[in-house]
């Protein structure tokens, strides 16, 4: 037994422990799990939390162009109508920026109210019970989110989709166009269809 | 440097150098890419690593963000096209392995559970870098990546390819560059080195190797020239200089000569060769070669003299023999002396020979004649006392046979005493003939005409076993000289060849016409370039050697029997042609018969008149007339006043010029002739006549003489018109000229 051996054996055990570690401190906080779990109230907090990191995750490949915003201005994610995150959004998105603007919840009751909202969230109750124009949502420059592929199809620019329990996203890339949006190609590598565009 | 690569040529040379200086630069050049590459690895394939880790990163946030695995995984999957990346692996935020892709199916990879501490650690060829992913500064997830380093051994083989390729690249590029150079340097080389070949082989120096370019070859090729031409100046200047030496040698009859004592070889150019002929030129001759070439007799003198010169460093000066290739004797002196030995220098002895054979003739010739002369001189002097007394001996015989009675017992006596006083008188005749001394009366006459007067004497002179035979050359030119000297000559020659034929043999008497011009004068300077008449007296006798040849004209020289000749035959023939102004040379070899010539100068006037010089014959020498007779000697004096008193003449005498002129003042009668010795003490014949006459015109003068030398007679020849008598006379002869003197008839005026 050499001291290399030895060293390499001590490295991989303190690679272990630290990532048990961050598994640990990880595990309440930011970062969805991969998988979601099936069925129960805790599956519908863990498809929040995804969905909050997701919305986080889109101010950041998302570009407002038509939008002239001060560089320390807060960057507004509005949930429209019913809030189904609770305090998730807020806890996931404090301190966090996008495009170096702090990150800031708000809700908001109709749509006309979205004038300011960089993103605005319609959720699935919402969009059942009272569904927003989202022509005027289009108009304001805003990127609307729903949960549903038909929020999508029916004008909207992303909507949450659950694959194989497994939240993704689709994108209609007419909407985007219309609200003028641009969207880092990454992302849109990334999305589950994309519509309106040739072939799916 | 290896004496193979030094003998190369320059253009192997230059080849090599290429080459090797390629070959160094390359092995340099290679050593250095090899080390550069080596050091530089590592932070090379950092570079390579960070900038690949980057780029995924960058491509992977989207997908971690968004939690897709397959997308992630795409992503690491084109690190397929990276050959040296061995495996990376993506983990998320909780540390959880998120994707992987490992290049080897089943091969080593860092797929722990956990990312390794952020940054790159270096092990078994293997870089490993381990980052974090973030975005907008929330912690994303970790990247590790690895990078296999190609080991050395791998990359060797590229290395050598390479390297050779460069090789070949650059020596085809270094031999063109040297083909196109190659007529710049090594061409002029060759040339220039073709040049002094063809100089050093042909000795042609006119040949000049061309300049092409004005650089150091064309410098070479300059000097190269220069040289030549320096050389062909030296060598023109060399030949002239030696050729006039030579020249000049050839007309002075010389040679050179050098004795190479250590190696005793002797060589030898000029006169040599030609005396010595071709056995005289052997290649490499040596010391005892060459004395084998000199006269026995002086062989030994050649090499002590030479061996003297050899050790002393003296002068030799050899004086020395040779037989030439006709088999004559040649004289050479021999000049040399030891050449200055500077250290190593072997020892030289050289110098000049000449050939000396002619000069030394020609001063034997003249000690010859000098010598004769002596001898001619002395031989006057002695017949001119001798002929005085003879005078008183045959005179008083004569008085005494006179007074004595027919049958007187002593009259025999007298009669001996007068023939051996006549014999003795001949002889002395003989030795002033010689001597030129004789009173002789030149004529001119034809050679033909007295060998034709001749022939019959000469017949019976040299007996029936000698065969005469005389051929006489038509038109001959006319010779002057006395006619009775002559025949002498030819009766001398005549017995002088009977005597070399003892046993009989043939006698030719030849004349010819002969003209001798400078050259032949060159060769014989007692000779005047002149016409002359030739006659030649060859026997076919026992002839004779050089030395006997050399002597024969000396009187008493004889090689005849004692008794048989006086020697004085050849002498006098000497002396008579001589006297004449002509020469006498023998021409003889022992066994070979012996040839005389006799040459007299040409004659321009005619033939003398052959009557008038008949005396006129006088019956009576009876006289009345008074005579003076002047004679410093007692007994001629009184010889011939007694005579005279005897035969009727009244005589007066005196015994010197002054004596006489007091006698003649004091006789107051008449005075008819004066009979006086010519050669006196205090005033002499000629003068006492010359005065007397003076005062007496009708004055006769005869005069006596023992000798031929003075001033009535000027070599040899009478004045015209003067009476001369001879000593020894006897007494009828006496009273015979006094008469004729006395009844010569005067010349009118």
Redesign the interface.
């Known amino acids: 037994m050499d001291v290399?051996v030895w060293r390499r054996i001590l490295?991989?055990a303190?690679?272990?422990?630290?990532?048990?570690l961050?598994?640990v401190a990880?595990?309440g906080s930011?970062?969805?799990q991969?998988s979601l779990p099936p069925g129960g109230r805790s599956n519908e907090s863990l498809e929040y939390r995804?969905k909050a990191a997701?919305l986080l995750?889109f101010t950041?490949?998302v570009e407002w162009p038509g939008r002239v915003a001060a560089a320390d201005s807060a960057l507004n994610i509005c949930v429209l109508g019913a809030d189904p995150f609770g305090r998730v959004l807020d806890l996931t998105v404090a301190g966090?920026?996008?495009?170096?603007r702090p990150l800031q919840v708000r809700r908001i009751r109709a749509a006309a109210e979205s004038p300011g909202c960089e993103v605005v969230f319609v959720s699935r109750q919402t969009w059942q019970r009272t569904p927003p124009s989202l022509k005027a949502l289009e108009q304001t420059g805003s990127l609307t989110v729903g949960e549903s592929e038909e929020f999508a199809r029916g004008g909207g620019v992303i909507g949450f989709v659950i694959l194989d329990e497994?939240v993704r996203?689709v994108v209609n890339d007419e909407a985007r166009d219309r609200a003028g949006l641009r969207i880092?190609s990454?992302?849109l590598?990334?999305a589950a269809a994309i519509y309106g565009r040739d072939g799916p | 440097m290896s004496r193979a690569f030094r003998d190369r040529p320059i253009r192997h040379k230059v080849n090599l150098l290429i080459v090797a200086a390629s070959v160094i630069a390359l092995i340099i050049a290679g050593i250095g890419v090899v080390v550069y590459d080596l050091t530089t690895l590592q932070p090379r394939a950092l570079r390579d690593l960070a900038a690949q880790a980057a780029l995924i990163r960058i491509?992977t946030?989207?997908?971690l963000?968004?939690?897709?695995?397959r997308?992630a995984t795409e992503n690491l999957a084109t690190l397929k096209a990276k050959r040296e990346i061995a495996s990376a692996t993506l983990?998320?935020?909780?540390?959880?392995i998120f994707a992987t892709y490992a290049r080897a199916r089943g091969g080593p990879g860092i797929h722990?559970?956990?990312?390794?501490?952020a940054g790159h650690t270096y092990?078994n060829n293997r870089l490993t870098i381990s980052e974090p992913v973030q975005?907008?500064?929330?912690q994303l997830g970790w990247l590790a990546m690895e990078y296999n380093l190609p080991p050395l051994r791998s990359r060797l083989p590229q290395y050598g390819i390479i390297v050779g390729v460069v090789f070949l690249a650059l020596s085809t590029v270094s031999l063109l560059l040297w083909r196109l150079l190659e007529s710049s340097i090594t061409d002029p080389l060759a040339r220039l080195a073709e040049a002094s070949k063809a100089v050093a082989q042909s000795k042609d120096r006119q040949v000049r190797a061309v300049k092409r370019a004005d650089d150091e070859i064309g410098h070479l090729t300059d000097a190269f020239n220069e040289m030549l031409s320096t050389l062909q100046a030296r060598e023109t200047d060399l030949r002239e200089s030696t050729g006039q030496l030579l020249a000049a040698m050839t007309v002075a009859r010389m040679g050179s000569w050098a004795w190479e004592v250590p190696r005793g070889t002797i060589s030898w150019s000029g006169r040599e060769v030609q005396v010595f002929g071709e056995k005289g030129k052997p290649a490499d001759a040596t010391l005892a070669s060459f004395l084998e070439l000199i006269h026995p007799t002086d062989r030994s003198v050649v090499e002590q003299g030479l061996w003297r010169a050899a050790e002393t460093g003296q002068r030799c000066e050899l004086d020395f023999r040779v037989l030439d290739p006709d088999g004559h004797v040649r004289w050479l002196a021999m000049r040399g002396q030891r050449t200055q030995d500077d250290g190593n220098q072997p020892a030289k002895v050289l110098g000049l020979v000449m050939d000396t054979t002619d000069r030394r003739r020609l001063e034997e010739q003249l000690l010859q004649s000098q010598k004769l002369e002596a001898i001619g001189r002395l031989a006057g002097g002695v017949a001119h006392d001798f002929n005085n007394l003879l005078t008183g001996i045959l005179g008083y015989a004569d008085f005494a046979l006179k007074s004595l009675p027919e049958n007187h017992a002593a009259r025999v006596d007298i009669v001996e005493i007068e023939r051996a006083g006549t014999r003795a008188a001949a002889l002395t005749g003989q030795l002033l003939a010689y001597a030129r001394r004789q009173m002789i009366a030149p004529k001119i006459v034809s050679l033909n005409e007295l060998v034709g007067n001749l022939e019959s004497l000469l017949r019976r002179l040299i007996g029936e076993d000698v065969d005469l035979e005389t051929r006489c050359s038509r038109d001959l030119w006319r010779a002057q000289i006395d006619p009775g000297q002559f025949e002498q000559v030819i009766i001398n020659l005549a017995v002088n060849a009977r005597d070399a034929m003892p046993e009989g043999g043939r006698l030719t008497v030849e004349t010819s016409n002969c003209t001798l011009d400078d050259s032949y004068v060159r060769q014989h300077p007692e000779v005047v370039a002149a016409d002359y008449v030739m006659m030649a007296v060859a026997d076919t006798g026992i002839g004779m050697d050089t030395a006997t040849q050399i002597r024969i004209f000396e009187p008493f020289f004889t090689t005849k029997e004692q008794g048989k000749g006086t020697g004085l035959g050849l002498a006098v023939c000497y002396g008579i042609v001589k006297q004449a102004g002509g020469h006498l040379w023998v021409y003889s070899e022992p066994r070979r018969g012996t040839t005389f010539k006799v040459l007299l100068p040409r004659a321009t006037e005619d033939l003398a008149d052959a009557a008038a010089a008949r005396p006129v014959d006088h019956p009576s020498s009876q006289g009345h007339e008074t005579v003076l007779i002047v004679e410093d000697e007692q007994v001629v004096r009184r010889l011939a006043v007694r005579a005279l008193t005897e035969q009727g003449y009244n005589v007066l005498e005196a015994e010197d010029g002054l004596a006489a002129l007091e006698v003649a003042q004091g006789h107051s009668g008449e005075l008819q002739l004066l009979v006086t010795d010519v050669v006196m003490p205090g005033m002499n014949g000629k003068e006492l006549a010359d005065r007397l006459v003076a005062e007496r015109p009708d004055l006769r003068v005869l005069y006596i003489s023992g000798y031929a030398e003075h001033a009535v007679v000027r070599h040899g020849v009478l004045e015209e018109g003067i009476a001369f008598l001879s000593k020894p006379f006897d007494l009828a002869e006496l009273g015979r000229t006094v008469r004729e003197v006395l009844d010569k008839v005067q010349a009118p005026g």
């Open positions: 290399l490295s991989r303190v690679a272990l422990a630290s990532a048990g961050v598994t990880l595990a930011v970062w969805p991969i995804v997701y995750n950041r490949y966090r920026t996008a495009h170096g497994t996203f880092s990454r992302m590598s990334l | 491509n946030t989207a997908a963000a968004f939690q897709d695995q997308a983990y998320g935020p909780d540390g959880r722990t559970a956990a990312h390794p501490p092990q975005n907008e500064g929330q």
